[in-house]
């Protein structure tokens, strides 16, 4: 029995958590383990949070879970204990967060093929892989939350607890006053106060960073890693006295945010293979670039920018990290929803993960390891993951809802009228459409239907697209493509922030990535371009109804950069593999707010790119 579980009263637990996590409290050497969290005979078997009564909760959006006072305190307080968990428990923060990457051991007794982290990235199994990943999580975090409403002995907080699953970050919707993407509570501060039954409580922010223990650090063989003492983001010095910079974060994801819903939309609209939509491995020959993988890596690169989430090895580790995979895995769902007829196909591993060979043939019976689907040692595989209640969860855009429902429900919180007017959910002018009600509805019946005022454009219009691939070695390192529309400050310290900055792409590499071009693995991805363009278009500056002219304006205007995660600018000309093109696709409009528009082929317009640093060349491959 751990010492939580041994306090019984309101007031003692509240003691307990002002010598736990109070703000200033020396960091614990994780070795208390919260006694529902028992370990089981055999493996690991990860089942995913239990449903009570038969209804299956919903995960929620994280500011709609902030609305919910016993919900949210049940989280923070449970994450605050997760982290101190005895990290040789295969369920403890600690290991569940490096089955990512570092340190590249074993977990639950799933022998290693090679040196690397389990996940699968550039792989068909991407999408699959993370879910029973995200579950295993959730799963050990709902019995924390048990444990800590236990000790709270309060109804409401009894009740909030058997519904609890863990929130999701979307950062693909805009604020509703204009504010950051990023959430406050996220960003704000390394502590945060609670307004528990018998009063209030600061206590460190779990969701702010992850500390690690002094043991822990002796595990990470890479520079600077191995003097940080907690996570970081966008980190001021590679020194171990840096700080993590979350203004700058936010001012960054923010910058970008209107690329993520555009992506997000074109990826169920124009993306109904499973192959295409899943992940970032570049198909010949396909101008469809874009990918789930590919959007999620963007958020990657922009949350961590050299700190642990722009590093495959490091980035389980930031609780963001969690944040960001039930979104992603959201999106999958959704996905699934509108696509039901295509998944998992089989294919071979360009780069493969701890537990698969790269080069080996993977398809949806592929064994999602390191995963227990049960004590016996059996494993979860694509297929057995393929519905979202086997683990015990569900979101509001797909829970009991037909196809044109699903379509109803993300476009009330997404869609965009990119053809014939500025979409009605630009952030140009600085006006944003209050989607936060939306999102505290749950997407419910009671949603308000004047959050989406303006009905869509009619009619056929064109879609243009800034489509990139280079190799995914390229630098040995993580990095940044840069798109802009229009002039720009040479200083590329300013890029992520540009005003004319269309969107920030990233490519996420391990640590250690040699550049191998006998075996280089192209990835691709896609910055959509017809927002920027029409707003440019009421400025007077084109007019998109004559091809003619737009493809004139995006040849003058149109530019690209690279940039390292320290902010240095690396010659277009010498990334290898880099191209960089532009594709126009016909669209009809959709005519009801449960429809979605319908595209024509994509189709490269090689003469926008052709002859400058990396542009797509007549000679070369789509």
Known sequence: MSLITRLTSPFLFIWFCSILSIAGAPVKDHKDTPGNVRRQAGSFAIT???????????????????????????????????QQMDQSDVRSYYQLSGIHGRPFTEWDGVPLVQNMGYCSHTSNLFATWHRPYVASFEQVLYDVVQDVAAVLDDGEYKSAASTFRHPYWDWAAPSSDGGPILPAPVSGSPYIVLHLPNGSQTVNNPLYQYKFASSDLSSFPDSPFNVWQETLRYPSTQSAAAKSQDSLVSQQITQSQNSYAQRFM????????????????????????????????????????????????????????????????????IWQALHPDSYVEASNEPIGSAAIAQGARTDMNTPLKPFHSDISGNFWTSASV?????????????????????????????????????????????????????????????????????????????EWLTNIRVAKDALEQTFFIHI???????????????????????????????????????????????????????????????????????????????????????PRDQVPDLKISVVAANVQAAEADDEFPVWGEMKVQQDITNGRPAGLGSGDDV
């Open 48 to 82: 995913g949070a239990p449903v009570i009564n038969g209804q299956i909760p919903q995960r929620l959006e994280i500011r709609q879970l902030r609305k919910n006072n016993a919900q949210w305190n049940l989280y923070l307080l449970a994450m605050n204990q997760f």
């Open 266 to 333: 074109n990826l169920l609209q124009a993306y109904p293979k499973f192959a295409n939509f899943s992940n970032s491995a570049w198909t010949p020959n396909s101008p469809g670039y874009d990918s789930l993988e590919s959007l999620h890596n963007q958020i990657h690169g922009l949350v961590g920018n050299g700190g642990h989430m722009s590093i495959i090895d490091y980035a389980g580790f930031d609780p963001l990290f969690w944040l960001h995979h039930a979104q992603v895995d959201r999106l999958l769902a």
């Open 386 to 462: 393929s519905d979202v209640r086997k683990f015990g969860y569900s979101y509001p855009e797909i829970q009991g809802k037909s196809i044109s429902q699903v379509k109803a429900a993300v476009n009330a919180l997404y869609a965009s009228s990119s053809g014939k007017t500025i979409s009605r959910r630009s952030n140009v002018g600085g006006q944003d459409t209050p989607l936060a009600p939306l999102i505290a509805a749950g997407l419910s019946n009671e949603a308000p239907v004047e959050a989406v005022p303006d009905p869509p454009a009619t009619g056929n219009y064109t």
């Open 484 to 570: 802009f529309l229009g002039d720009f400050n040479p200083d590329p310290k300013t890029w992520s922030f540009e005003a004319n900055l269309v969107g920030t792409h990233a490519i996420i590499t391990p640590y250690v990535l040699k550049r191998d071009p006998a075996q280089s693995t192209i990835v691709t991805g896609q910055i959509p371009l017809t927002r920027a363009l029409r707003a440019d278009e009421q400025k007077g500056l084109v007019d998109m109804e004559d091809e003619g002219k737009t493809k004139d304006y995006l040849t003058k205007n149109l530019h690209w950069r690279v940039t390292t995660m320290d902010d240095k600018d690396v």
